[in-house]
């Protein structure tokens, strides 16, 4: 049986497409939960068991950095692994991130970029390459 996934992103299209990725990384995904915004993803964690959190900074309502706040302090929560998918360039707001136990992959993405983040931050293997028939329409950057 897999983790858990929440995708956490104001942008559907990019929901699916880290959703997709997910699907087809060779990784041991369980269920993925989507989240338009910190306030959903925050409802999502206390109702379902969450395994990896994917979480976009800039987002309306509640953003990821508000939402990686609440995560690391409840207990119930505090040691989730987070990954922050992000186009962010600051150097100081990625190192603060950091600081607070969150990875980071930069938007766009590579699938294969994507999947050795998830792999290290949960310590999970893959067994099979992302190949560009999982990707028929050739655009492997995301």
Request: no cysteine; proline share 6%; glycine share 8%.
């Amino acid at each position: 049986m897999g983790f858990n996934v929440l995708v956490v992103d104001d942008s559907a299209v990019m929901r699916a497409m880290v959703t997709k990725t997910l699907r087809l990384s060779g990784l041991p995904v369980g269920d993925i939960h989507e989240a338009a915004n910190g306030e959903e993803a925050l409802a999502l964690i206390n109702q379902n068991p969450i395994g990896l959190a994917l979480i976009d900074i800039n987002m309306p309502v509640m953003n990821g950095e508000q939402l990686i706040q609440e995560i690391r302090q409840d207990p119930q929560t505090a040691s989730l692994p987070v990954i922050v998918v992000s186009t962010e360039s600051s150097f100081t707001r990625i190192s603060l991130l950091r600081k607070q136990g969150a990875e980071f992959v930069h938007k766009p993405f590579t699938p294969e970029s994507l999947r050795e983040a998830v792999a290290e931050i949960t310590g999970v293997s893959y067994d099979e390459p992302i190949g560009e028939a999982a990707f028929p329409d050739g655009d492997l950057d995301f």
